[in-house]
């Protein structure tokens, strides 16, 4: 029986969200073609291993055959979402190296299978380390629209799957496939990257610490490795930081001035990109009012600098629903309301339809 696989793998991979085929760091050892594998999102590849940690990392891969096989390394934490021709499971990982059959029939077919990291980097890193099938890999089929996400707790889906607002934190019940940017971006048929950590702020973490903030970590490759990355011109890019800024009655003096910067910097990689600033629904009261309040500063900041396609999103709660999971997290409903919102101003802001 013949079996196509990934090996030989990339030496440094980074296919980010809108990106056709490789970007100008990725190298590859041996065979200059990934034979069916698009990889979305930021990976970090050694020799025949591909290693990712962010939430929303995605592998896509188009077949002509009976079945996949997927060769995964992970601590046992983490899960994944598998899309199989439109049909989508989980898959639970177990520790250490498996192979995960994703796909299974008695008759050769096309097929399309993606697999989507439900978790966030505290759960530990996943090493890709081969795919195999018994048929032959097809060309990737790139996406013309693409959105990045820089965001907290929120955007990675924390407690998304939870019950109630009573559970705590865990990975059972994170799922980044349900955050409302992965929501809208598979509605306009678009790729999403998210660079997203739990309890983080822009210049103040939840917890009051003021290192390893969002300010540091969305350039890295792995949030677990110094390793830096520019990021890709995108087509909407989404801020979604604040609220662990703010909460608690904090008020970071220099939060205005740090927040124009990243949104100058995010304009110098995406000239063309839409950005939005989102806030909400996660901060009440005066903490709300001061964070809307220090957004739009850092918006008005861009603006007078002659900024035009920017604005600012308050996202916020549907109401006569249950709409909050573990510890007031917004749940699959929430997060689908705010997803209608953004859907509604990108619609518009740059006259997009959903795709059929």
């Known amino acids: 029986m013949k079996v196509a696989g990934l090996r030989p793998f990339l030496i440094a991979v980074l296919a980010a969200a809108g990106l056709n085929g490789l970007t100008d ?44 096989d997927v060769v995964l390394d992970d601590t046992g934490r983490n899960s994944m979402v598998v899309d199989v021709d439109g049909s989508v499971s989980r898959l639970d990982l177990k520790k250490g190296e498996h192979t995960y059959r994703v796909l299974s029939d008695t008759v050769a077919a096309r097929h399309a299978v993606r697999l989507v990291r439900r978790t966030e980097a505290s759960f530990g890193a996943t090493v890709l380390k081969d795919i195999r099938t018994d048929g032959s890999f097809l060309p990737p089929q790139p996406k013309t629209r693409s959105f990045l996400v820089i965001g ?3 955007s990675a889906g924390y407690g998304v799957e939870g019950k109630d607002a009573k559970c705590r934190f865990s990975a059972d019940t994170e799922n980044q496939y349900l955050t409302f940017a992965a ?15 739990s309890g983080k702020g822009l210049v103040r973490n939840y917890d009051g610490s003021t290192n390893a903030t969002m300010s540091d970590l969305y350039t890295r490759l792995l949030p677990s490795r110094p390793d830096r990355e520019q990021l890709p011109d995108t087509s909407v890019i989404v801020v979604h930081l604040g609220s662990n800024d703010f909460s608690g009655g904090a008020r970071p003096p220099d939060f205005v001035a740090r927040y124009a910067d ?16 989102g806030i909400g629904p996660m901060l009440w009261g005066a903490d709300l009012d001061a964070a809307v309040s220090a957004v739009n500063k850092a918006v008005a900041v861009r603006r007078a600098a002659g900024e035009r396609k920017i604005a600012l999103i308050r996202f916020d709660s549907p109401r ?19 997803a209608d919102e953004l859907e509604a101003r990108v619609k518009a802001d740059l006259g997009w339809e959903e795709t059929k």
Do not use: K
């Open 320 to 338: 006569g629903v249950a709409s909050r999971g573990c510890d007031s997290h917004p749940n699959e409903i929430g997060q689908g309301h705010m």
């Open 183 to 197: 929501v809208v971006a598979r509605r306009f048929g678009a790729d999403v990257t998210t660079l997203a950590a």
């Open 152 to 154: 907290d707790s929120i």
């Open 262 to 277: 990243l949104l100058a910097q995010l304009r110098a990689n995406a000239p063309d990109a839409m950005i939005y600033a």
């Open 25 to 68: 760091r990725c190298a590859l050892a041996g065979e200059s073609e990934l034979h069916g594998a698009r990889l979305v999102g930021r990976f970090l590849a050694t020799g025949t291993e591909a290693t990712f940690e962010w939430p929303g990392t995605a592998i896509e891969v188009e077949f002509q055959g009976a079945w996949l």
